[in-house]
């Protein structure tokens, strides 16, 4: 696996500004660096979401589309106030042993990477009506820093839903941070439009380094 082109520029953003932070005086020109990295260097293709609650996860979170299966995440998916729901399994490989597909039926399916195809799961919680599916690394810790793409399993199967992949540290502290609150979802609002945004405006969770 490798770090992308668009990591590293997060990485030099997170940098200028943790400079500014120690010597704001002397940062003008740092700052002046970042009107050469675009918010659209950054996007490359990406989609966006954030999590309007729980408080405790009020931020804008990256996703990177599935290569060459599933619906596209474009104008007709918008969804200001959806319900981001753990999956019951978690791994969602068995749509017969899923438990909480009623809560899946209209919101966002929230899975873990493994055991079986990126497709298997899109395609198993399709079933049970979700609008969307979110593919986290939950299990390997050593991976959970890295972008996973997600394709075709080239089983002739089709799911008609978006797909996306969430970097796992992203993943591991949403799914704690719900445990924790003894909640069974969050709310979110997908996709979000940053075009706009300057990048050190992106409301990025603290631990990420983007």
């Given at each position: 696996?490798?770090?992308?082109?668009?990591?590293?520029?997060?990485?030099?953003?997170?940098?200028?500004?943790?400079?500014?932070?120690?010597?704001?005086?002397?940062?003008?020109?740092s700052?002046?660096?970042l009107?050469?990295?675009?918010?659209?260097?950054?996007?490359?293709?990406?989609?966006?979401?954030?999590?309007?609650?729980?408080?405790?996860?009020?931020?804008?979170?990256?996703?990177?589309?599935?290569?060459?299966?599933?619906?596209?995440?474009?104008?007709?998916?918008?969804?200001?106030?959806?319900?981001?729901?753990?999956v019951?399994?978690?791994?969602?490989?068995?749509?017969?042993?899923?438990?909480?597909?009623?809560?899946?039926?209209?919101?966002?399916?929230?899975?873990?990477?493994?055991?079986?195809?990126?497709?298997?799961?899109?395609?198993?919680?399709?079933?049970?009506?979700?609008?969307?599916v979110?593919?986290?690394?939950?299990?390997?810790?050593?991976?959970?820093?890295?972008?996973?793409?997600?394709?075709?399993?080239?089983?002739g199967r089709?799911?008609?839903?978006?797909?996306?992949?969430?970097?796992?540290?992203?993943?591991r502290?949403?799914?704690?941070t719900?445990?924790?609150?003894?909640?069974?979802?969050?709310?979110?609002?997908?996709?979000?439009?940053?075009?706009?945004?300057?990048?050190?405006?992106?409301?990025?969770?603290?631990?990420?380094?983007?």
């Open positions: 696996m490798m770090i992308d082109v668009h990591l590293i520029l997060i990485l030099l953003v997170t940098l200028i500004l943790l400079a500014c932070d120690i010597d704001f005086a002397n940062c003008k020109g700052l002046h660096m009107d050469e990295i675009t918010t659209q260097d950054i996007i490359a293709g990406d989609v966006f979401f954030e999590v309007l609650d729980p408080e405790e996860l009020e931020y804008t979170y990256r996703l990177r589309p599935a290569k060459d299966f599933g619906a596209p995440f474009n104008a007709s998916f918008r969804f200001p106030r959806i319900a981001l729901v753990p019951v399994p978690f791994d969602a490989c068995s749509s017969a042993d899923i438990v909480n597909g009623d809560s899946l039926e209209g919101n966002v399916a929230f899975v873990e990477r493994g055991e079986c195809s990126f497709l298997t799961k899109a395609i198993n919680v399709e079933k049970h009506g979700a609008r969307a979110i593919v986290t690394e939950s299990s390997v810790p050593e991976e959970e820093e890295y972008y996973i793409e997600m394709v075709h399993d080239n089983t089709e799911t008609n839903i978006p797909a996306g992949f969430l970097i796992g540290i992203n993943g502290i949403i799914l704690q719900l445990k924790k609150l003894r909640r069974n979802y969050a709310i979110i609002n997908i996709p979000v439009n940053l075009t706009f945004t300057p990048p050190h405006q992106i409301n990025h969770p603290p631990w990420m380094g983007w």
